[in-house]
């Protein structure tokens, strides 16, 4: 299975800064196969970015993704003070699908 | 507004089976627009995958648990259920039952349900 590496794991920043979260792949995952989802405390993980760039519905346009082959990127251009959680990727690209382990991204 | 809910023991015997069902409201799962799926979050594992099922009946499942898990679904209820046989510590988690969107490429969850805990322990 693919093994997802989530960097760093925690991030501390202030509201307004920019934030970029890693997600290495073991091997290479196609470019449109790799999703994020945002975890609050008590709530179930919610989903932000698939299709590597297109955002679920509701999400602001602050986040967006980037990334292809193992390396891939959750971008949060100006953090919220609501932004304030932790993050995870997955893949899609080869079964089974897979989490990364999280980035908390902290105040 | 899509949701699910998910019910079952919060405590199992080592050895025994784990069972969990899952309501849905708001929408009907038999459609051909989606697929429902089991998701577990643990501590030492963090998310992981246990399987999926389509409106047809088809489950598939991941390879580390598919000796041991089964899904299943009940249309007149608006309802699927997951039994995982043989546990053991290693399966206490928070278990999620989750809606599957899925096109040519993409396989995501986009409706949660809030979690149960399961503890496995005599």
């Known amino acids: 299975e693919i093994i997802l590496t989530q960097s760093p794991g925690t991030l501390s920043l202030s509201p307004g800064e920019r934030a970029a979260l890693s997600c290495r792949a073991s091997?290479?995952?196609?470019?449109?196969?790799v999703g994020w989802y945002q975890q609050k405390p008590g709530q179930a993980p919610r989903l932000l970015i698939y299709?590597?760039?297109s955002r679920a519905t509701g999400i602001p346009d602050r986040f967006s993704g980037s990334g292809s082959g193992t390396d891939f990127t959750l971008s949060i251009s100006s953090l919220e003070p609501e932004d304030f959680a932790v993050y995870y990727c997955?893949?899609?690209?080869?079964?089974?699908?897979?989490f990364g382990q999280g980035t908390k991204v902290e105040i | 507004q899509l949701q699910l809910q998910e019910s079952g023991p919060g405590l199992v015997k080592p050895s025994e089976t784990l069972s969990l069902t899952c309501t849905v409201s708001?929408?009907?799962?038999?459609?051909?627009?989606?697929?429902w799926g089991w998701i577990r979050q643990s501590p030492g594992k963090g998310l992981e995958w246990i399987g999926t099922?389509?409106?047809?009946?088809?489950?598939y499942y991941n390879p580390s648990l598919k000796s041991r898990v089964s899904i299943s679904l009940d249309t007149s209820k608006n309802q699927f259920s997951l039994k995982l046989n043989s546990v053991t510590a290693a399966d206490t988690a928070l278990y999620y039952c989750?809606?599957?969107?899925?096109?040519?490429?993409?396989?995501?969850?986009?409706?949660w349900g809030q979690g149960t805990l399961v503890t496995v322990s005599s």
């Open positions: 989750a809606r599957e969107f899925r096109t040519m490429i993409v396989v995501v969850y986009d409706y």
């Open positions: 708001g929408g009907s799962i038999n459609s051909n627009r989606y697929y």
């Open positions: 099922i389509y409106y047809t009946g088809s489950a």
């Open positions: 091997e290479s995952v196609c470019s449109r196969c």
């Open positions: 299709d590597k760039s």
């Open positions: 997955q893949q899609y690209g080869s079964s089974p699908w897979t």
